[in-house]
C-alpha cells in the first residue's frame, strides 16, 4: 500500500503536465467540496420545499372546504327558513285552502310567502327556488302567472333528481348538474339542493307533500376550487358517493386524477392529510375532505414533479454560483500553465488561425510531455470536429432538400390551374364580388405559403393559411367543406413549421371526403399542450383508410392512396420535416378506420414566436 502511495506520488509530482496538476488542484478546492455539499442538500432542500408547498396547501385547502361549507350551510338555512315558515307549515297541513277563514284572502298570503323567497335570492350564490306540490293544491300553482315558484310535481316526473327521492327515503338531496334537467341549468341553475316536505296531517303523514328546491351556482364553489398561482397544475374536485363531479377548478385535470368516492379512505386514508400515491404512472400528492351535510367529497391533487423542479431550480441556481467560480479558477490556472509552456502559447495562436470552416491539425512534434499530450488530443479532436461538421453539413443539406420538397409538393400547380378556372368562370358569369373575394383569397394564400424570410411561422398564421385553403376549395365545390378550427388563444403565438397543415386537410379532402358518395363532410383541428410539447389532432369523417394503407403511409417510399391518384408525397414530406427540425419523437401519426374517418395527430415541441 505505501509503495503504491509512493508511486502514485512520484508520478503526480515528475510525470503528471503541469496544465493537469493545476486542474487537479482547482477541481480538489472547488469542485469536490460543491459536488459534496450538492449532494448532502438536494434532497433536504427538495424536501423543505415539499414539506412547506404541502403545508400550504393543506392550510389553503381548509379555508376552501370551510368556504364551501359556508355556501352550503347557506343554501341550508333558507332552506330550512322556507321550510319552517309558518305559511308553509299551513298549507302542508291541508291538501286545500278550505280551512282558511274569510278574512284571509290566500293570495295574498301566497304573495307574502312569495316575497319572503324571493328575499333569499342573491342572485350569487342562490339563482332560484322552486317549490313542487302535489296534486290536491292546484289553487296555489294553477295561476303561475302570478306565482310561479309554486308548480306542480308533474314539471318534474322523469328528471333524475325526482327517480332518486321517489326511490329512497332520505329527505334531502345535494344535485350536480347531472341530475338537472336541461330546463333547470338552463332557466335556473346548474346545482340544486332538494327537501322533501311530508303532509304534517290528515292521514298523509309519510307521503310527499311537496318538494322544496333551492337552485344555487357552481360558480362560487368553482372559485373557491381555483388552486394558487403557484400550483398551476393542480386540482380540487368535488365528487359525491354516485361518483358524479359537482364542481371542479379544471375538468380536464380532474377527469385524469379522478378517484371514486368509495376508494378515498382505502387509497388515501386519513382525512385532512397529504400522502404521495400514483395516478396514471404519475406521482401525485392528494388528499381529501367531508363537506358537511352533504354526500360530497372535496379531493386536492398536486402533481409531484412540479415540486420536485423548484427543487432542481434552487440547485441549479446553487451550481451556477460554483460554476462560475470554477470557470474563474481554470481560466487563472490556464494562465499560470500558459506562461510556463511557450510551446503552449504557440499552440494558441495556431488554434487561433484556424479557419473557422475547417479545423486544421498541427504540424508539431508530437512528443511526450504536456505539449506532446495536448498535440495528440488536439489532432484528434480536430478529427473529430471535421467529422461532425461533415455529418452536420449533410443534414443541413438533407433538412434543406425536405423542405424543399415540402414545398414543391404543397404549391399544387392543378390547385392554382383549377382555382384561376374557377375564377375566370366567376368573372364570365358576371359575379364580380365572388371574383373579387376569389381573388384575395388566393393573393394571401400565395403570401402566406411562398413568403421565403423563414421557414417557421405562428400557428394563427398557420391556421390562417389553412382556412383560406379550404375557403378556396369551398368556392370550387358549393361549400361542401365544413372546416372547424378549436384551438386555444394562449397556443396562438406558438411557432409551427409553416405547411404544416395544409397538405393533411388537403389529403383529408381529395382521398377522404370526396370518396365519399355525398362528396361532403367535416374536418376539425383541435389541439393542447402536453409535457411541454403541443399536440394537434385533425380528424376528419371522410371514407377512411385500411389498416395496411395507414400503417405504411409515412413510409419513405411512395405509397398509393386506395380510390385515388394521389400518394404520400405531401404527408411523408411534412412528418420528416418535423422530424429533423425537432427530432425523432415529433412528427405526424395517422389513425384511420375504413368507413368512419381518420384522424392525424402532430406533435411539436411547444416553442413561442
Known amino acids: 500500500m505505501i509503495q503504491c502511495l509512493r508511486r502514485f506520488l512520484h508520478y503526480f509530482y515528475y510525470d503528471v503536465p503541469i496544465s493537469r496538476k493545476l486542474h487537479a488542484i482547482t477541481l480538489l478546492l472547488i469542485l469536490f467540496p460543491t459536488m459534496a455539499v450538492t449532494a448532502l442538500l438536494y434532497g433536504q432542500i427538495n424536501q423543505l420545499i415539499i414539506a412547506v408547498t404541502i403545508d400550504s396547501e393543506k392550510k389553503v385547502s381548509e379555508q376552501t372546504v370551510n368556504s364551501i361549507n359556508t355556501n352550503i350551510q347557506t343554501v341550508k338555512n333558507v332552506s330550512s327558513i322556507l321550510e319552517n315558515d309558518s305559511y308553509m307549515r299551513e298549507i302542508v297541513s291541508h291538501p286545500t285552502f278550505s280551512h282558511i277563514s274569510p278574512a284571509k284572502n290566500p293570495k295574498q298570503l301566497t304573495a307574502s310567502f312569495v316575497n319572503s323567497i324571493e328575499s333569499c335570492i342573491d342572485g350569487t350564490l342562490i339563482k332560484d327556488i322552486r317549490i313542487y306540490l302535489d296534486t290536491p293544491y292546484e289553487d296555489l300553482y294553477g295561476n303561475s302567472s302570478d306565482h310561479n315558484i309554486f308548480l306542480s310535481m308533474e314539471n318534474v316526473r322523469g328528471i333524475y333528481w325526482s327517480g332518486i327521492m321517489g326511490a329512497v327515503s332520505d329527505n334531502a338531496l345535494f344535485c350536480p348538474s347531472f341530475y338537472l334537467s336541461q330546463h333547470e341549468i338552463r332557466e335556473y341553475a346548474d346545482l340544486a339542493y332538494v327537501k322533501r316536505i311530508h303532509y304534517a296531517g290528515n292521514g298523509y303523514d309519510e307521503a310527499t307533500a311537496a318538494y322544496l328546491v333551492i337552485y344555487f351556482s357552481s360558480d362560487p364553489l368553482t372559485l373557491a376550487l381555483m388552486p394558487s398561482?403557484?400550483?398551476s397544475h393542480a386540482v380540487n374536485y368535488i365528487v359525491n358517493e354516485r361518483e358524479n363531479i359537482v364542481a371542479s377548478s379544471n375538468r380536464e385535470?380532474?377527469?385524469?386524477?379522478?378517484?371514486n368516492h368509495t376508494n378515498l379512505g382505502r387509497i388515501i386514508g386519513k382525512e385532512d392529510t397529504f400522502v404521495r400515491r400514483q395516478v396514471l404512472g404519475r406521482q401525485v400528492y392528494t388528499s381529501y375532505y367531508s363537506i358537511?351535510?352533504?354526500?360530497?367529497?372535496?379531493?386536492?391533487?398536486?402533481?409531484?414533479?412540479?415540486?420536485m423542479r423548484h427543487g432542481q431550480i434552487m440547485i441549479m441556481e446553487y451550481l451556477s454560483i460554483y460554476a462560475l467560480a470554477l470557470i474563474i479558477a481554470l481560466s487563472f490556472s490556464g494562465f499560470i500553465s500558459r506562461s510556463i509552456s511557450e510551446r503552449l502559447e504557440n499552440v494558441v495562436h495556431k488554434m487561433e488561425r484556424t479557419q473557422h470552416t475547417k479545423v486544421h491539425k498541427l504540424n508539431i512534434a508530437e512528443g511526450k510531455d504536456e505539449i506532446g499530450n495536448f498535440v495528440i488530443t488536439y489532432n484528434h479532436m480536430a478529427d473529430q470536429i471535421n467529422q461532425l461538421i461533415e455529418h452536420q453539413k449533410k443534414a443541413a443539406e438533407k433538412l434543406k432538400t425536405s423542405e424543399f420538397n415540402a414545398l414543391q409538393a404543397q404549391i399544387n400547380p392543378h390547385f392554382l390551374y383549377n382555382t384561376l378556372d374557377m375564377i375566370n368562370w366567376l368573372a364570365i358569369e358576371g359575379d364580380t364580388d365572388k371574383v373579387s373575394d376569389a381573388i384575395r383569397s388566393l393573393s394571401k394564400f400565395y403570401k402566406l405559403t411562398l413568403s421565403?424570410?423563414?421557414?417557421?411561422?405562428?400557428?394563427?398564421?398557420?391556421?390562417?393559411?389553412?382556412?383560406?385553403?379550404?375557403?378556396?376549395?369551398?368556392?370550387?365545390?358549393?361549400?361542401?367543406?365544413e372546416?372547424?378550427?378549436?384551438?386555444?388563444?394562449?397556443?396562438?403565438?406558438?411557432?409551427?413549421p409553416k405547411l404544416t397543415f395544409q397538405p393533411i386537410v388537403e389529403n383529408a379532402?381529395?382521398?377522404?371526403?370526396?370518396?365519399?358518395?355525398?362528396?361532403?363532410?367535416?374536418?376539425?383541428?383541435?389541439?393542447?399542450?402536453?409535457?411541454?410539447?403541443?399536440?394537434?389532432?385533425?380528424?376528419?369523417?371522410?371514407?377512411?383508410?385500411?389498416?395496411?394503407?395507414?400503417?405504411?403511409?409515412?413510409?419513405?417510399?411512395?405509397?398509393?392512396?386506395?380510390?385515388?391518384?394521389?400518394?404520400?408525397v405531401g404527408i411523408y414530406n411534412t412528418h420528416?420535416?418535423?422530424?429533423?427540425?425537432?427530432?425523432?419523437?415529433?412528427?405526424?401519426?395517422?389513425?384511420?378506420?375504413?368507413g368512419e374517418g381518420t384522424e392525424v395527430t402532430v406533435r411539436i415541441p411547444a416553442i413561442k414566436l
Open 452 to 481: 421565403r424570410k423563414n421557414t417557421i411561422d405562428s400557428i394563427e398564421r398557420e391556421l390562417e393559411h389553412v382556412s383560406l385553403y379550404v375557403k378556396l376549395q369551398n368556392m370550387r365545390f358549393s361549400d361542401r367543406i
Open 576 to 594: 420528416q420535416r418535423l422530424k429533423l427540425l425537432y427530432g425523432k419523437s415529433y412528427g405526424l401519426h395517422y389513425d384511420s378506420t375504413l
Open 253 to 259: 385535470l380532474s377527469a385524469m386524477y379522478f378517484m
Open 483 to 496: 372546416f372547424i378550427a378549436d384551438v386555444p388563444d394562449t397556443l396562438m403565438d406558438y411557432e409551427i
Open 229 to 231: 398561482e403557484d400550483q
Open 292 to 307: 358537511e351535510g352533504t354526500d360530497w367529497k372535496l379531493v386536492s391533487i398536486i402533481p409531484a414533479s412540479p415540486l
Open 509 to 568: 379532402i381529395l382521398h377522404g371526403i370526396f370518396e365519399k358518395d355525398n362528396k361532403s363532410g367535416t374536418i376539425v383541428i383541435t389541439a393542447w399542450e402536453e409535457d411541454g410539447d403541443i399536440v394537434f389532432l385533425v380528424s376528419d369523417d371522410g371514407v377512411g383508410m385500411d389498416k395496411d394503407t395507414c400503417e405504411h403511409l409515412l413510409d419513405d417510399k411512395k405509397v398509393f392512396i386506395p380510390k385515388s391518384k394521389g400518394s404520400n
